[in-house]
C-alpha cells in the first residue's frame, strides 16, 4: 500500500495558479493517482486521475514524473470557491487493498 | 443517472443501541468502503468490501461490523453505540483501479 505525503496547508491569492504535492515513494507498477476534493459537511469529489505524464481536465491538471514517486496536482487561477481540503490518494489496481487517505493539504484562498 | 445514496442523512441515538447506516449504490461497483471523519479530521477506513460476502477491516474497526449480501449494499452497523462514535459517515465505491465515488455523508449524533 503506499503512503502519500502532502503538505497540510497552503495559502494563496486568487488569481493564482496553486500546486499541491504528493509523494508516494513506495507506489506499485499498476497504481493509479488519484486527487480529490473535499468541501466542508460534503464528501470527497474526484477532480482527476493519472498513471503518468501529465492529465488535464477542465478543473486541474495533473503532472507525474517518469518515476512516479510523487505527482503535481496544477488549479490555475484559483477563485475563493477554491478553498477545501485536497487528498492525494494511490488506487491498486486491484481487489483487496485498503484505501487510506492521508491528511489532506487544507488550501485556503483569499482575496 | 447511477448515484451512491446514504440513509438516514442525520440520527441522533442513545448511548448503547445499535444503529445501522445504510449506503446503496447503483453503479454495480464491486468495491465498496466506510469512513468516517471527525471535525476538523481526516478520513479514516472503517470497513470496506470487494464484492459479495466479502468484508475486510479497516484503520478503525472497533465497534463496527458490516455485511455484503449483495453488489448494491454495504450497511454499516454500529454494535452498541458510544460517544466517540458521534461523527460524520461517508459511504463509497469503485471499481480497482478506478475513481471511487463517495455519499453524502450520515451525521450520527450519540448521546
Known amino acids: 500500500l503506499a503512503k502519500t505525503t502532502q503538505p497540510i496547508s497552503m495559502d494563496s491569492y486568487e488569481g493564482q495558479e496553486v500546486n499541491i504535492t504528493c509523494s508516494h515513494n513506495?507506489?506499485?507498477?499498476?497504481?493509479?493517482i488519484t486527487w480529490y476534493q473535499q468541501f466542508p459537511s460534503q464528501g470527497p469529489r474526484f477532480i482527476i486521475q493519472?498513471?503518468?505524464t501529465k492529465v488535464t481536465n477542465e478543473v486541474a491538471s495533473l503532472f507525474i514524473p517518469a518515476d512516479r514517486k510523487s505527482s503535481t496536482l496544477s488549479l490555475p487561477r484559483v477563485s475563493l470557491s477554491d478553498t477545501a481540503v485536497y487528498y492525494c490518494l494511490v488506487l491498486a489496481n486491484q481487489a483487496g487493498t485498503a484505501l487510506i487517505f492521508g491528511k489532506g493539504t487544507t488550501l485556503s484562498v483569499s482575496s | 443517472d447511477a448515484e451512491i445514496t446514504q440513509s438516514p442523512r442525520h440520527k441522533i441515538t442513545e448511548t448503547g443501541r445499535q444503529v445501522t447506516l445504510a449506503c446503496h449504490q447503483t453503479w454495480n461497483h464491486n468495491n465498496m468502503f466506510w469512513y468516517r471523519q471527525d471535525l476538523g479530521h481526516g478520513l479514516r477506513l472503517i470497513h470496506y468490501s470487494y464484492g459479495v460476502q466479502d468484508t475486510n477491516k479497516g484503520e478503525v474497526s472497533d465497534g463496527y461490523s458490516v455485511s455484503r449480501s449483495n453488489t448494491e449494499d454495504l450497511p454499516l452497523t454500529l454494535e452498541s453505540a458510544a460517544s466517540s462514535q458521534t461523527s460524520v459517515y461517508f459511504c463509497a465505491s469503485g471499481n480497482s483501479g478506478n475513481t471511487i465515488y463517495f455519499g453524502e455523508g450520515s451525521w450520527l449524533t450519540v448521546v
Open positions: 513506495n507506489i506499485a507498477t499498476n497504481d493509479y
Open positions: 493519472g498513471y503518468k
